[in-house]
């Protein structure tokens, strides 16, 4: 099962997320490369979001759009 944890420290939050290697049915080795992409939503009043912070793709496309994703190369 997926795992996530967000903590508000210090004015600051932290977001953590776990996702099983099995559920991406992919095996996890030094180089591997998977399409990434982090958005984090601002919506203060339950309306319309006020604002938005993207990692890597700016067009808003990503979910229907692999291409868009930013890279993350796996290391030791």
């Known amino acids: 099962a997926i795992a996530h944890q967000a903590e508000h420290i210090q004015g600051y939050y932290v977001?953590?997320?776990s996702i099983p290697w099995n559920s991406l049915h992919a095996r996890p080795r030094i180089g591997h490369r998977l399409g990434l992409d982090?958005?984090?939503?601002?919506?203060d009043d339950g309306g319309d979001r006020e604002g938005k912070l993207v990692w890597h793709d700016r067009s808003d496309t990503a979910y229907r759009n692999p291409s868009a994703l930013g890279e993350v190369v796996l290391a030791e």
């Open 38 to 43: 982090v958005h984090i939503n601002d919506d």
């Open 15 to 17: 977001l953590t997320l």
